[in-house]
C-alpha cells in the first residue's frame, strides 16, 4: 500500500471571471471546489491507477470535514488526525489569462498535536509499503519535523518518497536518517547545493547529484526539468530522462503526478528505467488536463514508448 501524508491541507476554490475588478463586487458563477494539497494529488493520481491508496495528514473543523467528504466522493480511503484549528482554505482567481492566489496559511498545531500525530503516523505505516510525504509543514510545527517521521519510517524499513521545499528539505538531509527517495526540482537543486543551476545544465546537475555531500545516501533523486524532462541519480549512476512535447493544458500538480507515478513504480518494484519512464508519463498526463491531479491512462502507453532513459555518465 501507499499512504499520502499531506500536513496542510486545503479546500483549494477556483473562481474563473472575466475580469477582475479591484476595490469593486466580482460575482462568480462557476465556482469549484475540492480537497486540495500536494498529497492529496499524490493520493488521486494513484487512484485513478487503481493501486492502493490510504490519505492521512492533519484535519481540523467543518473545513476538515468538507475535505473527508470530497475524498469519500472520490473513494479514496483516509486516516486523519483531528486537530483542534479549522482546515484552511486556498483561492484562486482565474481572470484574463492570469492567476491570482490567496493562500491562507492554516492552522497552528500545538505540541501536543505534533506528539499524538507521530504515533498516528508509527501506528499507521504498519499496513504501508511506500509513503509519500509533499508540501509544507503548517505553522507551529519545526522545520525538522519531516525528519522525525522519516526516522520513525526507517525504523519500520518504509520507503520514504519526500516532496518538500526550503529548510524543511534542507533539515530532513541533514540526518543520519535519511528518505528513499527526493524530487527537486533545478531551483531547489540549486537551493541545497547553494549554487546556481540551470535547468540545462546537465553536467552540473550530475555533478551535484554524484559528489554534493547532503545527497548522499540516498537511493533515489529525481530532479525534474519541466520540458525539458528530468535527471536522476539511482543506484550511484546518472540517467538522463528525454520527454516529448506536448500540448499543456495545466501543468499545476505534474509535480504531484510524477510523484504518484514514482510511489506506483517503487511498490511494484519496477526496474528504474520503468520507475523513471512511469513517473515522466504521469505528470506530462497531469498536464495535459485541465484538472489538477487527474490523468487519463487511455495516453498512457503511446507517451510511454516516447521517453528515453539512458545512463549519463
Given at each position: 500500500?501507499?499512504i ?74 483516509h ?62 510545527m ?35 536518517d ?10 531547489e ?67 504531484d ?57
Open positions: 500500500m501507499i499520502a501524508l499531506t500536513m496542510n491541507p486545503s479546500i483549494d476554490i477556483s473562481y474563473p471571471i472575466k475580469k477582475l475588478i479591484i476595490d469593486s463586487v466580482n460575482r462568480v458563477d462557476n465556482v469549484k471546489k475540492t480537497a486540495g494539497g500536494k498529497g492529496l494529488n499524490v493520493a488521486r493520481v494513484v487512484k485513478m491507477a487503481d493501486q492502493p491508496i490510504l490519505a492521512t495528514g492533519l484535519l481540523g473543523g467543518n473545513l476538515g470535514k468538507y475535505i473527508q467528504n470530497d475524498l469519500d466522493h472520490d473513494n479514496i480511503p486516516n486523519f488526525l483531528p486537530i483542534a484549528q479549522e482546515s484552511r482554505n486556498c483561492i484562486a482567481i482565474l481572470h484574463e489569462g492570469a492567476q491570482t492566489e490567496i493562500l491562507e496559511s492554516g492552522p497552528t498545531i500545538s505540541e501536543q498535536e505534533q506528539l499524538t500525530f507521530k504515533q498516528h503516523f508509527t501506528d499507521l505505516i504498519t499496513q504501508a509499503d511506500v509513503i509519500t510525504i509533499s508540501g509544507s509543514l503548517p505553522k507551529g519545526p522545520a525538522n519535523y519531516y525528519g522525525k517521521l522519516i526516522e520513525i519510517a526507517n525504523q519500520q524499513h518504509k520507503k520514504i518518497l519526500l516532496d518538500c521545499s526550503g529548510e524543511s528539505l534542507k533539515l530532513a538531509l541533514s540526518n543520519n535519511k528518505p528513499y527517495l527526493i524530487k527537486p526540482n533545478h531551483e537543486l540549486s537551493f541545497l547545493a547553494n549554487t546556481a543551476i540551470e535547468a540545462t545544465d546537465f553536467n552540473k546537475i550530475a555533478d551535484v547529484l554524484s559528489n554534493h555531500t547532503e545527497l548522499k545516501g540516498i537511493p533515489i533523486i529525481v530532479v525534474s526539468l519541466g520540458k525539458h524532462g528530468a535527471m536522476a541519480k539511482c543506484a550511484e549512476q546518472i540517467w538522463r530522462i528525454t520527454i516529448p512535447k506536448i500540448n499543456v493544458v495545466n501543468p499545476v500538480g505534474s509535480g503526478s510524477t510523484l504518484a507515478g514514482l510511489a506506483i513504480g517503487i511498490l511494484k518494484q519496477e526496474s528504474y528505467e520503468n520507475i523513471l519512464k512511469r513517473a515522466m508519463v504521469f505528470g506530462m498526463l497531469n498536464a495535459m488536463e485541465a484538472q489538477t491531479g487527474c490523468i487519463n491512462l487511455a495516453y498512457y502507453d503511446e507517451l510511454f514508448k516516447q521517453i528515453h532513459v539512458n545512463l549519463y555518465q
